[in-house]
């Protein structure tokens, strides 16, 4: 029988390997960290070994800060490596990618078939004009037309610019304009949560906006009858039906650019990071392999979409590189019911789920009832990404999903470094429930205060990076002061600066606090606030917290929380003071909330996360931004009214 969570919580937290995952895990011997230290280039130019090259690099590494060219002098292509060098090997008719739309059908789409698919789209590209160098903007939602695009695009040398499914006109005409891009794929609808989602319609509203594109590919993803512009829009598969399945790879030197992903910024133009062909592939395909004790025989699954780095890297670049076979899903995790994805675990005998810890609380706050429903045994390693992990969260996943059987992988990094950095080894790390643990070999990081100086073990800080790691950002598109400015100017040009608050412990392990931004001052007193939202989620009745600093005239900041309550909690004033105290307890009477905001629902993007700056402008009364790129938008203005208007314990019923 499982233990409670209030029992595991008030343990030492400390989680070693099970023996049995130990005895076979891909890296079982701790000197890995030692060996790869000492020599950092040679550890990475073993990994490169493992990668089909044209022509092997001259050096593996120039170092000018902030400036690095990695393998430099080799020649490669990443789709030979993640589709034709299987080819040769029994992997050939093994599944590449497990889909399943919605509505629930399905497609396999084995190595071979996806050479094929991926050669023909190439072609189909090249007869369209597009040559390397060119920008190819990606419009799509979780189909294998994405992944089949993307590797087209690698193999003639195009940069493809995905950008998410779920992004408005605007943002995918920002985004168009900015990459100068000529081409757009797209389809003509796609399901979410039932309803069909006018993809068309809204790429064509972007086109108008943007300029500059000369064809748009249409895939037929639902049939409908959507508006096609003569001599503009194109069919996916009447091109695809009459192309050669067969397109000589474009030999790629490794600094090529291989793909540019807009990430958001301050100022409020996206940022296009740019990341290169040899470097990205050698760091995705090495973390891949080690991070996720990936064997030949597993099924995985990264629950992200493609439309962020987590999907570039992790469904798409790092999977097929190492011959998996990888799951795709459409659709939203609770259609047609809240166990969705448990149901595809246990169909597809999934051995490996990666997933967000937004996504975590959300089936915290479903309930047991939906992942007890299916047998969940297949499951090996679970992972976490995206944001840092609570406690809670963390424990609930490994008890109620992994059985208290599979070792969590809490990983830290971002669509700037490409790949995992901070990350457990699942054969050797033990976890602590809350910490990414240590650098992934090869990697260097530290805590560093406000001066460049390490702060001392138990102290807190900022995270940074203190060498070059192979898959990081080698610039932004169009402008590379604005990246050097953004990430290598805050102590020097050799450290990188990854904008996010961290502290470590006395075992070396790193516990990252989240974005700097969301740092706040109280009285004098630096607080983070996923701290603040980790304390109020420990207690029973909270499913999820988001905590914002609101201005005070005497403190400066105070910390004020949005809380979602469990199923079978009512708000009330007594809740709401018993939460205060809880912060008091856990953390500091500093750290109290000022006010509990209840509420059924948070303002969060597609992919999941929070979106705090909205909650930033309703706490300080100013407009609400941008709310386009909400999955709910409608929640904003509910929020508005509710701080205004509602005593807090009445916010939830509005």
Known sequence: MSRPIDALLQEQRRYPPPAEFAARANVDDPDVYRQADEDFEGFWARWAEELAWFR???????????????????????SVNCVDRHLATPRKNKAAIIWEGEPGETRVVTYQELARQVNRFANVLKALGVRKGDRVTLYLPMIPELPIAMLACARIGAVHSVVFGGFSPTALAQRIADSGSRVLVTCDEYYRRGER????????????????????????RTGANVPMT???????????????????????????????????????????????????????????????????EDTYWCSADIGWITGHSYIVYGPLSNGATTVMYEGSPDWPDKDRLWSMVERYAVNIFYTAPTAIRQ?????????????????????????????????????????????????????????????????????????????????????LDEQGQPVPPGGGGYLAILRPWPAMLRTIWGDHQRYVDTYWSRWNRQTYYPGDGAKWDEDGYFWVLGRVDDVMNVAGHRLSTMEIESALVEHPAVAEAAVIGATHSIKGQVPVAFVILKSGWEPSEALERELKEKVAQVISPIARPDRVVFTPDLPKTRSGKIMRRLLRDIVHGSALGDVTTLRNPEVAEHLRQAFETAAPHRAASG
Not at 56 to 77: C, I, Q, S, T
Not at 198 to 217: C, H, L
Not at 250 to 261: H, I, T
Not at 386 to 406: L, S
């Open 56 to 78: 092997k690099w001259d050096r593996v590494l120039e170092w000018h800060p902030p400036d690095a060219r990695w393998f430099v002098g080799g020649r490669l292509n990443a």
């Open 197 to 220: 989602i006018p993809q068309k319609r809204r790429a064509d509203e972007a086109v108008q906006m943007a300029g500059g594109i000369d064809k748009v590919v249409v895939v037929r």
């Open 230 to 296: 003569p001599g503009r829009d194109l069919w996916w598969d009447e091109l695809m039906a009459s192309a050669d399945p067969h397109c000589p790879p474009e030999p790629m030197d490794s600094e090529d650019m291989l793909f540019m992903m807009y990430t958001s910024g301050t100022t409020g133009k996206p940022k296009g990071i740019v990341h290169t062909t040899g470097g990205y592939l050698v760091g995705v395909h090495a973390t891949t392999k080690w991070v996720f004790d990936l064997k030949e």
């Open 363 to 447: 089936f915290m706050q479903w309930g047991e009832a939906y992942p007890r429903r299916h047998d969940l045994s297949s499951l090996r390693l679970l992972g976490s990404v995206g944001e840092p992990i609570n406690p809670e969260a963390w424990v609930w996943y490994h008890r109620v999903i992994g059985g208290e059987r599979c070792p969590i992988v809490d990983t830290w990094w971002q669509t700037e470094t490409g790949m995992i950095l901070i990350t457990p080894l699942p054969g050797i790390t033990v976890t602590k429930p809350g910490s990414a643990t240590r650098p992934f070999p090869g990697v260097k990081a530290a805590v």
